[in-house]
């Protein structure tokens, strides 16, 4: 059986909570979620798999659709995000234009909208694959094979779950990177090319109510440190690749096998660089010079706000006194520091946002992301603003249900509107990254030329963000493309979604 897998475009993705330009600058990264299925698909023996990497090899819907029509696979499955529904149903329409095969959807989204997901005005897909699809996906396709179930059937036959959660990560085999472009990844972050990205755990045991992990991912489970050092192994030896960026939820849940992962990487020899997130209080001084010793260059810390009193309210779970800390021990350790901040939390003001940017210039993070909260599905915060009446109805659910063009992530606007939450955050931008020491840090560390036209562009991005005047700014809430033009100014307004 042939089966081809499909990571969308990323033309119409919505912006949920990032201005345009912060995404435009980031990278491009290895479909990660559709290689892992792909490799254990791969290894069952049964099946013939190829994987489109549209967003690496820069294709359009229509060339999707094309490069699939002449693979000719007998079961195409794509990855859903809540955000990428758009390029997912152009996707579908393109493949359904040209032969007639089955459609399997997987991903966050149908973790969330199983249902919703079948709804013609949806995604319109054929079958539903609700969470890890490294096992659900070889059920389903065994079962199409045997035709125990087909695209007749009711909706509630053609969802399939997972009975429970993949215990023993380390039975997982690597990701398949050799089915995609590797070369072609690469990181805003990353000195060297080509980069790519890894999962040593997968789940979160901490509750931050802005986040669905609480409510999608609580089952905490972790690979051993020598399965985990394999594959950053493989990376290096075989693929020569050098960077990883692990994409675990917390990377340090368990400090003791992180400090065995240093351990084992340093008994290998490995030069590798890698760099995770994680939350600063499950890090400690012998962990993060360990750390250091192993080559992991960067640390990702969810800080979010430098107010104590909002810290507290989003159940974060950390003092202002553990991010300084950690903060302090990584420069002292030579670890470079990404820190996330948000604004627009349920009660927060401005005088709450300057606490945060009087935290960012004590923490001097070597990179910063300030984000506008929008209370995603499946989140606390989202199900506090419905029942505090600031979010009307269902509209992500709605969304879900009907795809359309207009839609716009919901946010807490009760204090601010949509308009002055822009302005505060482009406020924000201007007065962490233009500042003189900031730039000056950034020009010291260039190292070569991709690295410096990397730098250059986020650069003058940054500039356009945050100097165009107010009256000049285009929305950036508003769809994203590829040129960053807003919806309303798109070339080809005429999507056909319905
Ligand atoms: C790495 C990452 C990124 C990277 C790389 C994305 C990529 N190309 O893979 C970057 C930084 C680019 C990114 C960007 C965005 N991301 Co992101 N990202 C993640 C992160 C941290 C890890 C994803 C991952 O690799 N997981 C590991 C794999 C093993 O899990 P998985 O992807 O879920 O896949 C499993 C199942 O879902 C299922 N599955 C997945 N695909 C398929 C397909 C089929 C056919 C089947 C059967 C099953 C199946 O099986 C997989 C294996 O078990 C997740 C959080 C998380 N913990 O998952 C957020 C997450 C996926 N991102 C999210 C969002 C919102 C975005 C953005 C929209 C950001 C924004 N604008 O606000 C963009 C959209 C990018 C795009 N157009 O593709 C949300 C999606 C929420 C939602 N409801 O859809 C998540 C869940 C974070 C969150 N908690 O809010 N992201
Ligand atoms: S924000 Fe991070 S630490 Fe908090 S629950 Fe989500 S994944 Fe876990």
Redesign the pocket.
């Known amino acids: 059986m042939k089966i081809c897998?499909i990571?969308v475009p990323?033309t119409y993705?919505?912006?949920?909570?990032?201005p345009v330009i912060i995404?435009e600058q980031?990278g491009v990264?290895?479909?990660?979620?559709?290689l892992?299925?792909a490799a254990s698909l791969r290894d069952t023996g049964r099946y013939e798999v190829t994987v489109i990497d549209a967003?690496a090899d820069e294709l359009s819907h229509a060339e999707v659709g094309q490069r699939v029509a002449e693979i000719k696979p007998d079961l195409v499955?794509?990855?859903a995000?809540?955000?990428?529904l758009i390029d997912c149903k152009l996707v579908m329409q393109e493949i359904r234009k040209r032969l007639s095969v089955p459609i399997?959807?997987?991903?966050?989204?149908t973790?969330?909208f199983p249902m919703e997901t079948f709804d013609p005005h949806g995604l319109n897909a054929d079958y539903v694959?609700v969470?890890?699809?490294?096992v659900?996906?070889d059920t389903l396709a065994q079962d199409i094979s045997t035709g125990k179930v087909n695209s007749s059937m009711s909706e509630a036959r053609r969802v399939y779950r997972q009975e429970k959660f993949i215990e023993d990560l380390d039975q997982l085999p690597f990701a398949a990177r050799e089915m995609t472009p590797i070369h072609k990844y690469y990181s805003i972050l990353s000195e060297e090319t080509p980069s790519t990205?890894m999962?040593s755990s997968?789940g979160c045991p901490f509750s931050c109510e802005y986040?669905?992990?609480p409510a999608l991912?609580k089952g905490f489970r972790a690979q051993t440190a020598n399965r985990v050092v394999d594959e950053m192994e493989h990376c290096e030896r075989v693929l020569n690749i050098k960077d990883i960026f692990f994409?675990d939820?917390t990377f340090s849940v368990s400090m003791k096998r992180v400090q065995q992962i240093c351990d084992e990487y340093n008994r290998r020899h490995l030069t590798i660089k890698w760099d995770v997130r994680t939350r600063v209080n499950v890090v400690n001084e012998e962990l993060l010079k360990a750390m250091r010793s192993a080559n992991c260059t960067r640390i990702h810390f969810g800080v979010e706000s430098g107010s104590p009193r909002v810290v507290r309210e989003i159940n974060k779970g950390i003092s202002i006194a553990q991010v300084e800390k950690a903060f302090d021990l990584c420069k002292k350790y030579n670890i470079k520091t990404l820190a996330y901040f948000m604004m627009g939390n349920p009660t927060e003001t401005m005088e709450d946002v300057k606490e945060t940017l009087a935290l960012s210039r004590r923490i001097k993070p070597d990179y910063m992301q300030m984000t506008i909260l929008s209370p995603?599905?499946a989140t606390e915060a989202y199900v506090r603003a419905r029942k505090e009446g600031v979010i009307h109805g269902d509209p992500w659910r709605d969304y879900a249900r009907a795809i359309n063009d207009d839609f716009r992530p919901p946010l807490n606007d009760q204090i601010y509107t949509r308009q002055e939450l822009e302005k505060n955050l482009r406020w924000f931008y201007r007065n962490f990254y233009l500042m003189p020491d900031f730039v000056m840090d950034r020009i010291m560390e260039v190292k070569n030329w991709g690295q410096f036209k990397r730098y250059f562009s986020a650069g003058l991005s940054l500039l356009k963000m945050t100097m165009v005047p107010e009256s000049k700014m285009k929305d950036s809430w508003q769809l994203r493309t590829k040129t960053g033009i807003a919806s309303s100014a798109r070339p080809e307004t005429a999507l056909h979604l319905a």
């Open positions: 897998l990571n990323n993705e919505l912006v949920g909570n990032d995404k980031q990264y290895p479909p990660l979620g559709i892992y299925i967003q499955g794509l990855t995000m809540t955000f990428t399997v959807v997987g991903g966050p989204h973790a969330i694959v969470g890890e699809g490294e659900t996906l990205t999962f997968r986040c669905d992990r991912g994409y939820d995603f599905p």
